[in-house]
């Protein structure tokens, strides 16, 4: 175990150097940028161990990995976001433990995720998951609505009880034109973030970078980087 928290430690002061390097580049602050660590398919322990080490903010894909995962970890001053696509017949379980949603593309999830944190009685940060891989009205191979699909989302999220309008979310495109250039997939969102403010003032989380991206994600101007890889080290393969 001492062994893995000096690798998680290690890893952490590496991005950590790397944002606040980006940071500088772009001509920020780094406490303009909050590092979201990726922890699916990582046990709780190390999820524990990054919390000792001060890490804030965690994200998971998976409610099956998630939710036994999160019930550990409840002593830990932790928010959790889910940043996978998110079936409605496992929300129940993910507004137990998520504190942000990060992927929600259609009003059907709006609606399910509202009945029950109204039922739980607690309020579910929201992010608009946009697909810059899609049409102006179309849905992302990953997930997430096009560009013309966020207002009247927003609006959705906006007004559903039990529900917080936080911002907005990517993942860089594999196809289309902005495939390989992240840089203006990242500039892109901050143009629509830009415009969804104009209605939505408070809806100023931009969640967009990973691990091999995430300096271009800086320069744009994301609030948020999700890391996992550079931070956990490469994946197991499954199967």
């Known amino acids: 175990m001492t062994d893995r928290k000096g690798e998680l430690a290690a890893n952490l002061v590496k991005v950590e150097e790397r944002i606040a390097a980006a940071c500088v580049a772009a001509g920020r602050k780094r406490e303009e940028v909050t590092l979201i660590v990726v922890t699916k398919t990582y046990p709780a322990s190390d ?12 994200a998971e894909n998976r409610d099956q990995d998630a939710a036994p995962k999160a019930a550990e970890c409840t002593d830990l001053p932790l928010a959790w976001h889910f940043v996978g696509q998110l079936q409605t017949n496992k929300v ?4 137990g433990y998520a504190d942000v ?6 009003s059907k999830l709006v609606t399910a995720l509202s009945k029950e ?9 929201c992010l608009i998951q946009v697909a810059l891989d899609a049409g102006e009205g179309g849905r992302g191979e ?31 495109p594999l196809t289309g034109e902005y495939a390989g250039h ?28 990973m691990s091999a991206d995430l300096e271009q994600a800086v ?21």
């Open 47 to 58: 999820v524990r161990i990054l919390s000792e080490l001060g890490v804030r903010h965690v």
């Open 92 to 95: 129940r379980s993910v507004v």
């Open 101 to 106: 949603v990060q992927s929600v593309d259609r």
């Open 117 to 125: 944190a109204v039922r739980v009685g607690r309020e579910v940060g």
């Open 142 to 172: 990953r997930g997430g609505v096009g560009p013309g699909g966020i207002e009247e989302l927003a609006d959705l999220v906006a007004d559903a009880p039990g529900l917080r309008l936080d911002g907005l979310m990517t993942v860089a």
């Open 182 to 209: 992240q840089q203006a997939a990242f500039e892109r969102l901050m143009d629509l973030s830009t415009d969804l403010r104009r209605a939505h003032p408070a809806a100023n989380m931009v969640s967009a970078g």
């Open 219 to 239: 320069a744009a101007g994301a609030t948020h980087v999700r890391v996992g890889t550079a931070v956990l080290g490469v994946r197991p393969r499954l199967g």
